[in-house]
Antibody
Framework: EVQVLESGGGLVQPGGSLRLSCAAS????????MSWVRQAPGKGLEWVSG????????YYADSVKGRFTISRDNSKNLLHVQMIGLRAEDTAVYYC?????????WGQGTLVTVSA | EIVLTQSPATLSLSPGERATLSCRAS??????LAWYQQKRGQAPRLLIY???SRATGVPARFSASGSGTDFTLTISSLEPEDFAVYYC?????????FGQGTKVEIK
């Protein structure tokens, strides 16, 4: 069974850092691009960042470029996003997504709250 | 960067009625467009991929069409469980933008 499980969310002060992780199972992890998608409270979906299966190509939304770094460890089936310089507007549920259709899988999300 | 614009923002309909949702891209995405359904408190669910292909388990009352820049999702006869928010996403290239969503609410 395909599963993706996010972890690492929490409360962080403005300007702070946080690293989210996503543990994948049930599929050949290195064969799939992965993405992070976030959803601020009461708002729509915002694609944040993506990475190719090999990890050789990375992509970012303009809103996070230069502050977020996506990476993956294919030996451990893990996806990460390192977030620095966090702002109040980064407050959201962050979803890990197997970026494929029709085989698209979403985790249940992890909440990041940026507040003093 | 491709921008997706969904309309209307809210659609107020009764069960049994037909829903028509629109998604317009700022430049051609060919047929690389997906539709998702999201219910309150849940992760999004893939409904449609490649503009018109239903994902596994999606009822036949959901259909979609379009190519290039103009796309439509149709729900032929709304069931109570269909009242939710619907998002389109372009999958032509990176970044994988979403539309802002259309809420289908009970009238």
């Amino acid at each position: 069974e395909v599963q993706v499980l996010e972890s690492g969310g929490g409360l962080v002060q403005p300007g702070g850092s946080l690293r989210l992780s996503c543990a994948a199972s049930g599929f050949t992890f290195s064969s799939f691009a992965m993405s992070w998608v976030r959803q601020a409270p009461g708002k729509g979906l915002e694609w944040v960042s993506g990475i190719s299966g090999s990890g050789g190509s990375t992509y970012y939304a303009d809103s996070v470029k230069g502050r977020f770094t996506i990476s993956r460890d294919n030996s451990k089936n893990l996806l990460h996003v390192q977030m620095i310089g966090l702002r109040a507007e980064d407050t959201a549920v962050y979803y890990c997504v197997r970026d494929a259709v029709p085989g698209c899988y979403w985790g249940q999300g992890t909440l990041v709250t940026v507040s003093a | 960067e491709i921008v997706l614009t969904q309309s209307p923002a809210t659609l107020s309909l009764s069960p049994g009625e037909r829903a028509t949702l629109s998604c317009r891209a700022s430049q051609s995405v060919s047929s690389y467009l997906a539709w998702y359904q999201q219910k309150r408190g849940q992760a999004p669910r893939l409904l449609i991929y490649d503009a018109s292909s239903r994902a596994t388990g999606v009822p036949a009352r959901f259909s979609a069409s379009g190519s290039g820049t103009d796309f439509t999702l149709t729900i032929s006869s709304l069931e109570p469980e269909d009242f939710a928010v619907y998002y389109c996403q372009q999958r032509s290239n990176w970044p994988r933008a979403f539309g802002q969503g259309t809420k289908v609410e009970i009238k």
